[in-house]
T-cell receptor, first 118, second 115 residues
Framework: AQTVTQSQPEMSVQEAETVTLSCTYDTSESDYYLFWYKQPPSRQMILVIRQEAYKQQNATENRFSVNFQKAAKSFSLKISDSQLGDAAMYFCAYRSAELGGATNKLIFGTGTLLAVQP | SAVISQKPSRDICQRGTSLTIQCQVDSQVTMMFWYRQQPGQSLTLIATANQGSEATYESGFVIDKFPISRPNLTFSTLTVSNMSPEDSSIYLC????????????FGEGSRLTVL
């Protein structure tokens, strides 16, 4: 069974600085997706960034980028120029892309609570 | 991305009662997923609902406790039956995002507190 581990329950960053959130996962599959979701106090889960396992290039979305190390099964999120609005719980998630497709479930890590200090 | 609306947004319920959560999507979707997020915890999949067939439940979740309806391609309900304080959670509905991306989009969630 696949697992997702986030070893940092809480992180803090100064406004305008850069922070990296860690995520490791375990799988025997070769075809999968990895995601970072943000959950602010409003509770809605917001997709931040997505990575396809077959792509070597790290995904980037504006101030958000990932460091995807497939062999090490590591998928960290870097937030540059941190803003107060980035304060939230961040969840790393895994989803198989293999047969079963749309029925494959999204497996979440335990989350990292990010505080942004003004 | 799809717009997903959930009702109620929050509710306070008495032990032993049941509550039905509604999930409305602004476009037709094949699969809908119901997740539970217990206080301070991560999200756990309850079941997958496909229109026109019985929902598929994850280990630890049963239909008698969490009956799901999926009457059409834009709507689903999740009922939390015979509630106990342990059912106090956020319940989230989600649907597939863009094709072939693996993405899921989520509703705002329904926060239930059981006294």
């Amino acid at each position: 069974a696949q697992t997702v581990t986030q070893s940092q329950p809480e992180m803090s960053v100064q406004e305008a600085e850069t922070v990296t959130l860690s995520c490791t996962y375990d799988t025997s599959e070769s075809d999968y997706y990895l995601f970072w979701y943000k959950q602010p106090p409003s509770r809605q889960m917001i997709l931040v960034i997505r990575q396809e396992a077959y792509k070597q290039q790290n995904a980037t979305e504006n101030r958000f980028s990932v460091n995807f190390q497939k062999a090490a099964k590591s998928f960290s999120l870097k937030i540059s120029d941190s803003q107060l609005g980035d304060a939230a719980m961040y969840f790393c998630a895994y989803r198989s892309a293999e047969l079963g497709g749309a029925t494959n479930k999204l497996i979440f890590g335990t989350g990292t609570l990010l505080a942004v200090q003004p | 991305s799809a717009v997903i609306s959930q009702k109620p947004s929050r509710d306070i319920c008495q032990r032993g009662t049941s509550l039905t959560i509604q999930c409305q999507v602004d476009s037709q979707v094949t699969m809908m997923f119901w997740y539970r997020q217990q206080p301070g915890q991560s999200l756990t999949l309850i079941a997958t609902a496909n229109q026109g067939s019985e929902a598929t439940y994850e280990s630890g979740f049963v239909i008698d406790k969490f009956p799901i309806s999926r009457p059409n391609l834009t709507f689903s309900t999740l009922t939390v039956s015979n509630m106990s304080p342990e059912d106090s959670s956020i319940y989230l509905c989600s649907v597939e995002g863009r094709p072939n991306t693996g993405e899921l989009f989520f509703g705002e969630g329904s926060r239930l507190t059981v006294l």
